[in-house]
């Protein structure tokens, strides 16, 4: 959500007349977009903000920014107050502050301006929204376009309802003129976005709904040249049977469902507010895979949430070693102020503990996903090419597993087949079909899959 916000902004400056710069020291106009989900984000958002205090000390004359859930969707005054450096507070998904802010500083006439590229781009787009800036035009293959902003299920750890705000949908036409406008630069792969994307249209009366959506944008694909279609974050109380038939059915929207579990007690889930029970969510992954069979699911789990015994931290780790899910992102709990937890909950499980059960399912997971991936030696699976790593080429399969593979050419945003060669917990590695494996792929074939 924050690339999209930051994108949608860096866009807006540069229909200004503004470019971007290659380091701190050389910009004009700086800003920190922020994201407080856990509480080291959060600190490390304050520490880069404090080394740019010194930069505006040496120079007042650059603006500083400040942007996202730091910020929230409520009037910042304690920020002001300890931030008062910084020139614009800008809430979430909302550039505007900083547009009027340079309005007022440079004048209208010149705050408006765009030079000759510039307005040839702006025309090229049939909605007149660039939405990516110029460095980024041809050379992103896939981008995120939020749906939904806000969110209206409190869960007792989350923070994101009181910094973001209520649930809103975007209307189709909006999201509809984001993702063409995206296509149009090159953009390859769409992922729909929202704190709980399956709500999307909850809060439209007789509004489209995300399985609707997802057709449309399917439509678009087939005429914009748009590759692959994803969507994310789910929640289990919300995934219809009308969703997954629809991403069984439709074939740029990948076989990748990402639906967070959060724990596998049903006591924690209970004090977490998740709205559903351990069996529950196992029957969901049944349903899931019943009506996707290639599918990939992604699940989070928080470890050591307030009074989570060592008994319901193995509930959580019996059903993930039982439900064998392609990834897991692990997270230790940490309060969160405003929160129903943090306010009434005591944070009693000691650090240490966390980090042991954050490593055992780490440990676990790893195993897991090893034994997946290694179903796919010697297959071939289709890779979305996104950029080069180390002289190799980078992708990712429908399942959004990451592969690399040699070869010569450019193959950015091109879709190609790679025969796998080698597989690990984390990625894959693999060659194009005909080619001769290097000897730096052998080497890495003879490491053992646990290793």
């Known amino acids: 959500m924050n690339t999209a916000d930051s994108q949608r902004l860096a866009s807006e400056l540069e229909r200004m007349g503004h470019h971007v710069a290659v380091s701190p020291d050389d910009a004009d106009i700086l800003v920190v977009n922020t994201c407080v989900v856990r509480q080291s984000a959060e600190d490390k958002a304050l520490n880069r903000l404090m080394l740019l205090k010194a930069l505006k000390e040496r120079h007042p004359e650059k603006v500083i920014g400040v942007m996202g859930c730091l910020v929230g969707v409520r009037d910042p005054l304690h920020l002001r107050k300890k931030l008062p ?118 809060d439209i009366p007789d509004g489209p709904d995300l399985a609707d959506l997802l057709r449309i944008i399917d439509d678009i694909a087939e005429e914009t040249g748009l590759e692959r279609i994803r969507f994310l974050t789910s929640h289990p109380n919300w995934m219809t049977d009308k969703l997954l038939d629809t991403v069984a059915e439709l074939p740029r929207v990948m076989p990748h469902i990402e639906v967070p579990v959060q724990a596998g007690n049903d006591d924690v889930l209970e004090n977490m507010k998740r709205g559903y029970t351990a069996d529950e969510y196992r029957r969901l992954i049944h349903r899931i895979r019943e009506r996707i069979p290639d599918v990939a699911i992604h699940t989070d789990i928080i470890v050591g949430f307030p009074g989570e015994t060592e008994a319901q931290f193995m509930d959580t780790y019996n059903l993930l070693a039982e439900l064998k899910l392609d990834k897991a992102h692990l997270a230790r709990y940490s309060p969160r102020p405003n929160t129903v937890s943090d306010r009434r909950m005591e944070d009693d499980v000691p650090d240490e503990e966390k980090r042991r059960r954050h490593k055992m399912l780490e440990d676990l997971q790893a195993q897991v996903m090893a034994e997946i991936n290694a179903r796919f030696l010697g297959e071939q699976v289709q890779v979305l090419v996104e950029d080069q790593h180390r002289g190799k080429w980078r992708g990712r399969t429908p399942q959004n597993k990451l592969v690399f593979f040699e070869a010569d050419g450019d193959y950015r945003g091109k879709l190609v087949d790679v025969e796998i060669t080698w597989t690990g917990p984390y990625s894959m590695q693999g060659r194009l079909p005909g080619q001769k ?7 890495i074939v003879d490491i053992p899959l646990l290793g």
Not at 437 to 443: D, G, K, L, N
């Open 85 to 202: 450096f910084v020139d614009v507070f800008m809430p979430p998904s909302e550039p505007a502050p900083m547009i009027e802010f340079l309005q007022d500083r440079l004048g209208e006439v010149e705050a408006l301006a765009l030079d000759e590229q510039a307005r040839a781009e702006r025309e090229a787009i049939q909605d007149g929204d660039l939405i990516l800036p110029a460095h980024e035009q041809g050379q992103l293959v896939s981008a995120h376009v939020p749906v939904v902003y806000g969110c209206s299920h409190a869960c007792t750890f989350c923070i994101i309802p009181f910094r973001r705000g209520v649930e809103r949908s975007r209307s189709v036409g909006e999201i509809v003129a984001h993702v063409r406008s995206l296509a149009l630069q090159g953009v390859k792969e769409v992922t729909l976005l929202g704190q709980i994307v399956d709500r999307y249209g909850k």
């Open 437 to 443: 494996i290097s000897q730096e792929v052998r080497q």
